[in-house]
C-alpha cells in the first residue's frame, strides 16, 4: 500500500476488461510525484470447472480503477492523456469528489495488501454457516445473505456515495474437513 497517508483515492471509469492495462498504463506514464498508487481490487472466487472447484481471480467493481493522489488537478490532466479512460466518478462542473474516509476504510477491511479479497472459509453445519477464516470473519454484520451453491457471500459497501453489493468467495468445509461438492 501506497505510504502517502494523506493521500485521497478517486475512481475513474474505463472500459470493462481493460482495468489492468489502463491501470500500468497509469503507473507507467504519470509521475509518482502525481500518481501515488493505482489498484484494481480484485477477489478469489470458486468456479466450477470440469466438476472441481477452482479459484480465480476477478475484477471487484468492473471498469473501474482507484487511484490515490494529493494532486488531482495535475492526475486530471495526465490521466485524460491515457487512452480507454472514460471519466471520473463523482465528477461535477469543477470539483473531483475523493472517496470518502469511511468508504476507503470499508474497501480496506476485505482486501488484503495486494487489494485481493482472498477466499473466506465457512464452516457448515447442517443449516448454519460459521465463518471460520478470511475477511469475512471480522464482518459477519456486513453480510446481506449467502449463495451456498455458488460458493459467495454478498455484502454491502459504500462507495462514491453509493452502497453497492459485492460478492466475496466463501469456501465451504464440512464438518468432516472435506471440501463440499
Known amino acids: 500500500m501506497s505510504s502517502f497517508v494523506e493521500s485521497n483515492w478517486y475512481v475513474i471509469q474505463v472500459f470493462e476488461s481493460h ?3 489502463i491501470k500500468n498504463k497509469c503507473l507507467d506514464y504519470i509521475s509518482r510525484d502525481i500518481l501515488s498508487f493505482a489498484f484494481v481490487p480484485r477477489r478469489e472466487k470458486l468456479v466450477k470447472h470440469k466438476k472441481k472447484w477452482v479459484t480465480i481471480l476477478e475484477t471487484i467493481f468492473p471498469s473501474y480503477i482507484f487511484l490515490e493522489t494529493d494532486d488531482i488537478k495535475a492526475l ?13 466518478i463523482g465528477k461535477d462542473d469543477d470539483f473531483i469528489h475523493p472517496i470518502y474516509e469511511f468508504e476507503k476504510q470499508s474497501l480496506l477491511k476485505y482486501v488484503d ?10 464452516l457448515k453445519d447442517g443449516d448454519e454457516i460459521i465463518i471460520i477464516e478470511g475477511p469475512l470473519v471480522d464482518n459477519i454484520g456486513n453480510i446481506k445473505r449467502i449463495d451456498r451453491k ?6 454491502e459497501v459504500e462507495i462514491i456515495g453509493q452502497i453497492v453489493e459485492i460478492e466475496l468467495g466463501l469456501e465451504l468445509i464440512t464438518k468432516s474437513d472435506n471440501i463440499e461438492d
Open 19 to 21: 482495468e489492468e492495462e
Open 76 to 88: 486530471y490532466i495526465e490521466i485524460r492523456k491515457i487512452s480507454d479512460f472514460k471519466k471520473f
Open 113 to 122: 495488501e495486494e487489494y485481493i479479497a482472498r477466499l473466506s472459509k465457512g
Open 150 to 155: 455458488k460458493r459467495k457471500a454478498i455484502v
